[in-house]
Each structure stands twice: as C-alpha cells, then as structure tokens.
C-alpha cells in the first residue's frame, strides 16, 4: 500500500467526524482522551477553521490517502517544533479501520 499526505481541505471534516465518533479510533489515537471525542459536527466545524488557518512553523494537520484508490484512510498532524533542537511531536491516525494493520509499500 502506498500512501500520500496532502494538504487538509475543508471536505475532510466528514472523515474528522466519522473517526472522533468511533469508540475503536478514539482509544487507539488518543488512549480514549476525551478531547479527541466524541465530538459535535458544530465542534469539528470550529475545529476545522482552526486546523486550515494554522501557520506551518508552528504545527499543521495533513490528510492521509491511499494512492491506489483515492481513500481518504487517515490524518497527520505535527506540532511543537523546537528548530534549535530539530524535534517536533507527530501524530498519525488511520480512522479508516479497513486499512487497519496494511503494510506500507517502501
């Protein structure tokens, strides 16, 4: 499986919404935070505005898709650069859980 990140777009809060509202997601991205979800589509929505207003330098959200059929699978985010020591904080979620456990292709 080969897999792409790309620029977060305002259609990708459906899949946001979906994944923050399923209890198997929730658990695994966020060891069940509460803050991960469940969520209102009226939250994902200021969330939303949020994420696509975020300035790079200082963290940015990504949607994960499958190059093979076009999915929408997951979300990449990072954040609290530090440019001095190169370290940052990554998450990856794949919320789409039929990709669940796929190899990537190297």
């Given amino acids: 499986m080969t897999v792409r990140l790309r620029a977060l777009r305002p259609g990708d809060a459906e899949h946001h919404l979906r994944w923050r509202n399923d209890p198997e997601v929730v658990r695994w991205a966020a060891a069940g935070d509460p803050c991960f979800g469940p969520i209102t589509e009226q939250a994902i929505g200021f969330s939303f505005e949020t994420m696509l207003g975020l300035i790079p330098r200082e963290a940015a959200v990504f949607t994960v898709e499958d190059l093979a059929g076009g999915d929408v699978i997951g979300m990449a985010d990072y954040r609290d650069p530090d440019p001095y020591s ?11 859980r039929a990709f669940w456990g796929a190899r990537l292709r190297q």
């Fill in 86 to 96: 190169g370290v940052a904080t990554l998450g990856v979620t794949i919320g789409e």
